[in-house]
Nanobody, 128 residues
Framework: QLQASGGGLVQAGGSLRLSCAAS????????IGWFRQAPGKEREGVSC????????YYADSVKGRFTISSDNAKNTVYLQMNSLKPEDTAVYYC???????????????????????WGQGTQVTVSS
């Protein structure tokens, strides 16, 4: 199971940190990804981190603004979001996908049917 938290309302240029707490599966066997879905739009991948080797992957739209990290002792992944823009407004979901140590990242990581577990989502609203 995954439990996402940390969303809220923030002004443009502000920051938020999302958390995703995992339980019930072997954390090191998975990568944890963050997705988001805005009203009327398709779900899109934001960032991903391998629990085994700490490697990361970002969508171009958030590079340089968002940072993903993992605390393996707590089985928790964080998404630090800085310089937020109104277009970042969405429901943010975390999800877990099997990911072998040393695997190479590619856009195929955003293929949602490959994910075994999904969190319930947390709303992020950025006002202009």
């Amino acid at each position: 199971q995954l439990q996402a938290s940390g969303g809220g309302l923030v002004q443009a240029g502000g920051s938020l940190r999302l958390s995703c707490a995992a339980s019930g599966f072997t954390f090191d066997d998975y990568a944890i990804g963050w997705f988001r879905q805005a009203p009327g739009k398709e779900r899109e991948g934001v960032s991903c981190i391998s629990s085994s080797d700490g490697s990361t992957y970002y969508a171009d739209s958030v590079k340089g603004r968002f940072t993903i990290s993992s605390d393996n002792a707590k089985n928790t992944v964080y998404l630090q979001m800085n310089s937020l823009k109104p277009e970042d407004t969405a429901v943010y979901y975390c999800a877990a996908v099997p990911f072998l140590y040393g695997s190479v990242w590619s856009p195929s990581v955003w293929y949602t049917p490959g994910y075994d577990y999904w969190g319930q989502g947390t709303q992020v609203t950025v006002s202009s």
